[in-house]
């Protein structure tokens, strides 16, 4: 995992690693060094803190908040002040700790926290090491590696079996479902980069026929069955350290569809499994076969298109760029069958995109941008 160093001087710009500071100050766990951890696609900031005692992560989120308040009640109140959060609420620190000491209840291994200071907007959490499952892939045999995504698998059937107590419970994410609303709504930040960044003459890009696509494969993607989702359940997102495999960023679980954490597992666009490891887990858990999975597939390759190329363009972070063309890979993989066969206008779209990475390996080598190529 990146990192650099933040220093003692903190100029304006490290105003989240001065609340950091600060909050260790007030939980009476001072810090001799801080490090800025590369970040994920949202707006929370991760540190790692180094004392006498060890190290510890520090989550930052930009805004204050009460750890008293119940996840659910937080919900609906910040849903009331703004209805369109009712598709958009993630990344909310209240569930955060809400789900984490759901997860240590059901046996899932996730960092356990160590401090709470709402008001700077810090959360302190255990340390698990930079070895993600997605580096694992590099440096551990093959029959490690299928072993720890067994464990993985073995992570969503726990998850999955937990279900009604969660909703006894009241747990935040049984309030929330990836309902083919939803998983429209994911599909709709693909279009918005294609059309802001992507494409030079909007014209060529048939935004009706993509909607109508994207609406019916949402439909086939929401699935019957409903059970607790992690919902971004990837190798970026698994990070083993001393034999346990730990589950991160599980603030945002939901109710879905039982296959929707496993296919985000297999077909991670940032390790290329090959079919019959993907056969293999598929087969470990009662969720269909692959012809039943393949719009929930679809859906979620899709979904993390949109995220990468967002990122990608926005920010112009070229983190995303492999992960983004393999995402392109595997759908393109997929043209013959079903849903895909049945998407022409997103068939298209994916073939555009492709032929752009395509073009812009050497445009990036050059230091130009990657949707200039």
Not at 211 to 224: D, I, K, P, S, V
Not at 260 to 271: E, G, Q, R
Request: aromatic fraction near 8%.
């Amino acid at each position: 995992m990146g990192s650099k160093s933040i220093p003692t001087d903190l100029s304006p710009q490290h105003d989240a690693a001065t609340m950091v500071r600060r909050a260790c100050l007030e939980l009476g766990q001072p810090v001799e060094r801080i490090e800025l951890l590369a970040g994920d696609v949202s707006q929370r900031r991760y540190f790692r803190l180094y004392s006498g005692s060890g190290t510890r992560i520090a989550c930052y989120y930009p805004e204050p908040f009460d750890p008293s308040e119940g996840a659910r009640a937080r919900r609906q109140r910040i849903c009331s002040r703004n209805p369109r959060m009712l598709l958009h609420f993630a990344s909310d620190p209240v569930a955060f700790i809400q789900t984490t000491r759901w997860f240590l209840q059901c046996g899932i291994p996730v960092p356990r926290l160590f401090g709470v200071c709402g008001h700077l907007g810090v959360i302190l959490l255990e340390d698990v090491g930079d070895l993600s499952l997605e580096r694992a892939t590099d440096v551990l045999g093959e029959k490690k590696i299928l072993a720890a995504y067994r464990r993985c698998v073995g992570y969503l059937e726990q998850l999955q079996s937990s279900t009604s107590d969660a909703q006894r419970e009241g747990l935040v994410g049984c309030s929330m479902r990836l309902d083919s609303d939803k998983l429209y709504d994911e599909l709709l930040l693909l279009l918005e980069a294609i059309l802001a960044y992507f494409v030079r003459d909007n014209s060529s890009v048939h935004v009706a026929r993509l909607q109508h696509e994207w609406r019916q494969l949402a439909r086939r993607a929401e699935g019957e069955g409903q059970v607790l989702c992690h919902r971004d359940y990837h190798s970026r997102n698994l990070f083993l350290e001393n034999d346990v495999i730990f589950v991160l960023d599980h603030q945002d679980l939901r109710l879905g569809h039982p296959g929707y954490d496993l296919v985000s597992l297999v077909w991670d666009p940032y390790v290329a499994l090959s079919p019959g490891a993907r056969c293999t887990m598929i087969s470990q858990m009662d969720v269909g076969g692959l012809e039943e999975l393949r719009p929930v597939v679809v859906q979620r390759l899709l979904k993390a298109l949109g995220t990468y190329l967002t990122v990608l363009t926005r920010r112009q972070d070229t983190r995303f760029f492999h992960a983004a063309r393999l995402a392109c890979m595997d759908l393109a993989a997929l043209f013959d069958e079903e849903p895909l066969s049945a998407m022409p206008s997103t068939r298209r779209l994916i073939v555009a995109i492709g032929e752009a990475f395509d073009r812009s390996d050497a445009a990036m080598d050059g230091g130009r941008r990657w949707q200039d190529a």
